[in-house]
């Protein structure tokens, strides 16, 4: 298994990252910023089907948290399946379901 992709909130006090594949349930894992960091919470990400694709979820390379356009005083995460570790014959699919 691979991390990848980093972001942090805006306040700068967590980070936010993805495994690169994920096979089983797809999580963000949140780490506080600190001297000495460690793991606080896992946020499971739902309504995102297994295609199959790289052996899961997909090849997952990039997070970025940026303002909801819906509600811009809340953050939204997105999160980039863009790798192509087995090589694509097309382009990726943007999938907008909102997580709770």
Same mark, same amino acid.
């Given at each position: 298994?691979? =991390? /990848?992709? @980093? $972001?942090? &909130?805006? #306040?700068?006090?967590?980070?936010?990252?993805? %495994?690169?594949?994920?096979?089983?349930?797809? @999580?963000?894992?949140?780490? #506080?910023?600190?001297? &000495?960091? %460690? /793991?606080?919470?896992?946020?499971?990400? $739902?309504?995102? #089907? &297994? #295609?199959?694709? &790289?052996?899961?979820?997909?090849?997952?390379?990039? *997070? =970025?948290?940026?303002?909801?356009?819906?509600?811009?005083?809340?953050?939204? *995460?997105?999160?980039?399946? *863009?790798?192509?570790?087995? =090589?694509?014959?097309?382009?990726?699919? @943007?999938?907008?379901? /909102?997580? /709770?």
């Amino acid at each position: 298994r691979e =991390v /990848s992709g @980093l $972001t942090l &909130n805006t #306040a700068r006090t967590y980070f936010f990252t993805i %495994s690169d594949s994920p096979e089983g349930n797809p @999580l963000v894992f949140v780490t #506080a910023n600190t001297q &000495n960091p %460690s /793991s606080t919470a896992t946020i499971k990400i $739902t309504g995102v #089907a &297994n #295609a199959g694709f &790289n052996g899961g979820y997909g090849d997952w390379e990039s *997070i =970025v948290s940026y303002s909801c356009s819906a509600n811009p005083s809340q953050r939204c *995460i997105l999160i980039g399946d *863009i790798g192509h570790n087995k =090589v694509r014959d097309r382009g990726g699919t @943007l999938r907008t379901e /909102s997580q /709770s």
